[in-house]
């Protein structure tokens, strides 16, 4: 697979997809970071950044002056004991340009296909005037009826109008397509 770096190719049973990347606070980043930590999932296969990230500075730690390396994209997977189905965790350390961000997708998208992933969920964390003393809230908005039937059962809120800019509105947007 051309721009995709595959480590392994594991026998998965129906994943789905977990897409991640900092954003505000880093909510889903942590979060995904934390699935693939807990869970104890194993990296398979890498998106190398070349063609997606470029440099914009340097770093200085102590005094010294260095360039940082460029952000990493990796898959993990994670096979479900239970017989249900298994997962499979993208994790970026950033988002890419989003002059590249439609291809970088299509990468993305193309590592699903290659193992029969039929839902992808992305992370993502939404800006709202709330503060500690209020209860947070989970809100989706789904490709198909019968997803969003699905997800209201788990008490999530539906997210009737507005806009899932960047890289999570994209991806999922291209994943529908495809």
Known sequence: MEGIKILKRPRLKKPYLIVAW?????????????????LKAVEFASIPPDNFFYL????????LLSIPELPQSKFYYWKN?????????????AQPDLACAESYSKKIIQVAKLFHVDTVVSFASMPQAIDHTQTSHVWFASTSSEL????????LNTLHEGQISGMNGLLLGIAKRE
């Open 22 to 38: 900092p954003g505000m606070g880093e909510v889903a980043f942590k979060a995904a970071s934390y699935l693939v930590e807990q």
């Open 56 to 63: 914009t500075g340097s770093v200085v730690q102590d005094g």
């Open 81 to 93: 004991k239970t017989g249900d189905n298994d997962l499979v965790l993208f994790l970026s350390n």
């Open 148 to 155: 969003s039937k699905s997800l209201k059962k788990l008490n």
